[in-house]
């Protein structure tokens, strides 16, 4: 018999013995794992001793890689929105502080610098498992501290992610290297971006395609198929194999398939997380446990102490208050199974000594131990805090809060000008470079091993840049925002540096097209830079691909939606005519005498006028030779917020509330003046399908306005006209009820 089977067969029969003990005694299986992993081990002669320690070893690291699989299920991009940023100055403040405060214990200690490094990342990282088995024994899993505790855990945990590529690369060079290092998060954050944005682009989709061949078995071998297809990709990246396995799990968790899988999955991550807590058991020395005594009460008590000040100090930096913050310090004061991880992984790369795995694997007990207590002892923790601090700031750290800072910024409209100019910019900048680079290393040696020339596959390389590039240029520029509408509008002085910002926007379009041009086609700078800029322009100018990016756009968010989707009833959809509102305006004498079309509402401002009454006439869906008089009743439609910027261009005050279209269509009483908007259904037979907005006639046969498109329950506003209608679509119109009449009872099929 192989010496695995039989090694198997003594860790699972003994781990099952101890676990069964421990969940009688209400303790936390991990611990059980490690006792049992203790008594197998070669430190304990006295009972059955594994034989194979190096099939096991490998056992333990698919067990990581499995483990961080399931953590990536139990996170979503989602969850990591609703976070908030109490959750985000909490975990920073202390991952960041434990990393120095453990480095600076090693230190004291007289441990060599990569020992003290690594020390530092086991102890920032809390316990998820345990965390939540005592909020759970301890029935406070429904507090509002406890909800902040499990936000600052999931920020925990991609820090961990970051953590380990930065050990990995500090390791191999046993220096920290600061150029090397910003490099290499560099790639670390342009890979995650597009692994994320191409996997939530492709994967849902492909498994919505495949979900009528999906029996459990199959959808099993899928999910650990794309598991260790991206441990497999991360490796050959330079990445840990546990970043690729979180991804795989992150990316399936967004799909209406995450509890399925994770239901499957959930027998073969207990069975190799199991088996890793035993190999980690197994490298127990009682020896070097009683000869690091010193060291491990040392490490146990900064772990408790450290954690528990810096945790609370984060949330008190975040607005919340001295209460909350001690409640969420005693929560978080423990280490677990990540510090587990890190362990290994300098284990592996050789970089730490064989004694500070024992040794952390001693103060994870202590701490695990220890945190019901502290978790129970919280109140009397805070009042002993309250009392010892001077009246005025225990008062003032009570009632202390960053939300009155926190509304005061968002009335600031450069603010959010300036935070929607960087997310967008890194966004679609990340994926230019993306489209340039997979154009540059991927495709070029794809095409290479063909028979065709090297000059035709330069030449085609480089389209599928341009065209990749140009594909995100309108989206990129972001010129009819609301933000940047806003402030053009607002104050003439802002036109300037607003012209500026969006000036170095296209050079970096510009330079992300132009040098992977250069490499492949090997031309002289000059004359490919003029180009280059030519044809960006060209091509922003043009608009031809924007239906492009509109359809690729709405596939995105119906497939990053897709659970969410799933999960919610028909009441829960956001529909179209619940995003736009209307507002009424009196004709002023700054308007008086100038047609529609001259105000040019629509295209600076995204705004319709979608009746107009004068007197006792009314003009439904009015062109735009419509020249306005004094006293002119104006019906605009539009969002909320494009609404506000036009309000600012007129210099009128701002109304209390607007009422959505489908509240102002409700309650109209005159069937003669009325509008109407209804969804359209785009089905296999439908005229619509496979057309185009501009092609499909429905402004001109019917007299109305395309107010948009719901796709996949998305509602897509004032598409582009170029954008192609697809089976399943709802085209929402807006007109008069002749044009209602006409068009329900011929459709466009004319």
Aim: charged residues 15%.
């Amino acid at each position: 018999m192989p010496k695995l089977i039989s090694d198997l067969a003594i860790m699972l029969l003994t781990a099952g013995v101890v676990t069964v003990i421990f969940k009688r005694l209400k303790q936390p299986l991990v611990l059980g794992y490690i006792l049992a992993g203790f008594l197998v081990g070669p430190y304990m002669p006295y009972f059955f001793t594994v034989a194979d320690a190096a099939s096991i070893e490998t056992w333990s690291e698919i067990g990581i890689i499995v483990l961080m699989f399931g953590l990536g299920l139990e996170f979503n991009l989602h969850k990591l929105a609703s976070v908030g940023g109490t959750a985000i100055v909490t975990a920073l403040t202390e991952v960041v502080g434990m990393l120095l405060l453990g480095f600076l214990t090693g230190q004291a200690m007289g441990w060599a610098t990569m020992d003290s490094i690594f020390l530092g990342g086991m102890l920032s990282m809390s316990s998820t498992t345990i965390i939540i088995k005592a909020f759970d024994e301890l029935g406070v899993r429904q507090e509002n501290f406890a909800q902040l505790v499990f936000g600052t855990l999931v920020i925990e945990d991609i820090a961990g992610i970051f953590m380990m590529i930065i050990l990995s690369t500090v390791s191999i060079s046993q220096s920290i290297s600061g150029s090397a290092l910003a490099l290499q998060l560099g790639e670390l954050v342009l890979y995650l971006m597009l692994w994320l944005i191409l996997g939530i682009y492709i994967l849902p989709s492909l498994l919505r395609r495949a979900a009528a061949f999906m029996n459990d078995e199959t959808l099993l071998l899928v999910s650990l198929g794309i598991c260790f297809g991206m441990v497999l990709l991360a490796e050959a990246l330079g990445f840990s194999s546990a970043l690729g396995a979180f991804l795989a799990g992150s990316l399936l968790a967004g799909t209406v398939h995450a509890e399925r899988v994770e239901h499957l999955t959930g027998g073969i991550k207990d069975l190799f997380g199991s088996v890793f807590f035993l190999s980690v058991g197994m490298m127990i020395d009682p020896s070097m446990l009683l000869r690091y005594a010193l060291p491990i009460l040392i490490i146990a008590v900064v772990t408790i102490i450290g954690k528990l000040v810096i945790s609370s100090l984060g949330v008190l930096l975040s607005g919340q208050s001295l209460k909350n913050a001690v409640h969420c310090g005693c929560s978080l004061a423990q280490i677990g199974e990540f510090a587990f991880i890190i362990a290994s992984l300098g284990m592996s790369l050789g970089v730490i000594a064989d004694y500070v795995y024992p040794i952390i694997v001693a103060v994870s007990v202590v701490t695990t131990l220890t945190t019901p207590t502290f978790i129970k002892s919280a109140d009397r923790i805070y009042s002993l805090i309250h009392k010892a601090l001077p009246a005025k700031l225990a008062d003032k750290l009570e009632h202390y809060t960053g939300d009155d800072d926190g509304e005061k910024a968002q009335d600031s409209d450069w603010l959010l000008f300036l935070r929607r100019y960087l997310k967008r910019t890194v966004l679609f900048g990340a994926l230019m470079a993306g489209v340039s680079l997979i154009g540059q290393y991927v495709l070029h040696p794809l095409l290479t091993r063909t028979p065709l020339d090297d000059r035709p596959i330069r030449f085609l390389c480089a389209g599928f840049c341009i065209l990749g590039v140009g594909l995100f240029i309108r989206p990129m520029l972001d010129l009819h925002s609301t933000e940047y509408t806003t402030l053009w509008v607002k104050d003439r002085r802002y036109r300037l540096p607003l012209v500026t910002l969006t000036a170095l926007r296209f050079v970096l379009i510009v330079l992300l097209a132009f040098f992977p041009l250069q490499e492949l086609l090997h031309v002289g700078g000059g004359w490919l830079l003029l180009i280059v800029t030519l044809v960006m322009y060209l091509i922003y100018r043009s608009g031809w691909m924007s239906s492009a990016y509109i359809s690729a756009e709405a596939r995105f968010m119906a497939n990053f939606n897709e659970r969410n989707l799933q999960r919610g009833r028909d009441d829960d959809i956001e529909w179209l005519d619940e995003k736009l509102y209307v507002e009424q305006i009196e004709c002023a004498e700054a308007l008086a005498g100038k047609s529609l079309r001259q105000l040019e509402w629509g295209r600076q401002f995204s705004v319709n006028v979608i009746k107009v009454t004068r007197g006792r006439r009314t003009f439904n869906m009015p062109s735009g030779n419509l020249e306005l008089r004094m006293g002119d009743q104006l019906y605009l439609l539009g969002r909320a917020e494009d609404l506000r910027s036009l309000r600012l261009s007129l210099g009128i005050q701002e109304a209390m509330e607007l009422p959505s279209l489908r509240q102002f269509t409700a309650g109209q009483r005159d069937e003669a003046t009325d509008v109407y908007a209804f969804a359209l259904p785009v089905d296999k037979d439908s005229a619509l399908r496979g057309k185009s907005i501009r092609d499909s006639g429905l402004r001109e046969r019917y007299d109305c306005m395309i107010l948009g498109v719901q796709r996949d329950k998305l509602p897509i506003l004032q598409p582009d006209i170029s954008m192609t209608m697809q089976n399943g679509d709802l085209v929402w119109v807006l007109g008069s009820r002749r044009m209602a009449e006409k068009l329900l009872a011929g459709a466009p099929a004319e």
